[in-house]
């Protein structure tokens, strides 16, 4: 049974985003990306190895990486140390996780649908939760997309930029491990 003080305080969260400028220009802080992953957690977890992806944006990876682009799996990491990435790649699929790197948000969505994701690890920043919140369905469900809906976890990196990117690679690792086998 899902707790009725997280499932209030997420659904409060994601009504008021759209004036969430607003709020802070009263003094009124959230953080919508912590709550929604404090109320999907238990989900998340719960979903099948098999259909559960970590899925990284291309800016986190580095600018001379060497790795090749599919248009089906996206970026094709090859582990080769330059960035961490490939860190991740490893721990993911020693999980038993499918891992992916994507060259955008359109592309990610294509392929949790193409690939029957059903809850996914992602890292993202201000500018695309914003974005995705106005072209994409999020409810308590999870996020919607076309044929299929994707129970989330995310974590912020460092800025808004396409290149050499940052993130908590430790609070990733984290979650991955979290995941029992
Ligand atoms: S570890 Fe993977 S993603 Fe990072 S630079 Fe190397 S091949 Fe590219």
Sequence with gaps: MKNGFKKLKFTLALSLFPIKPLLEKI?????LVKIGNDF???DFYRTETRDCAVILPHCLIHEDCPATFSKVEGILCIGCGLC??????????GKGLRFFI??????????????GIKAALGATCDFEIE???QTTRISLRGVHLNRRRVIPQAVMISKYDCID????????KEIILSRKD
């Design 27 to 31: 003094g009124i802080y959230y953080d």
């Design 40 to 42: 999907y957690r238990e």
């Design 84 to 93: 961490r990435c490939g860190e991740i790649k490893a721990l993911s699929e």
């Design 102 to 115: 994507t060259p955008s948000v359109g592309f990610t969505k294509r392929l949790a649908e193409r690939k």
């Design 131 to 133: 974005r995705g919140f």
């Design 165 to 172: 990117n940052d993130v908590d690679w430790d609070l990733l």
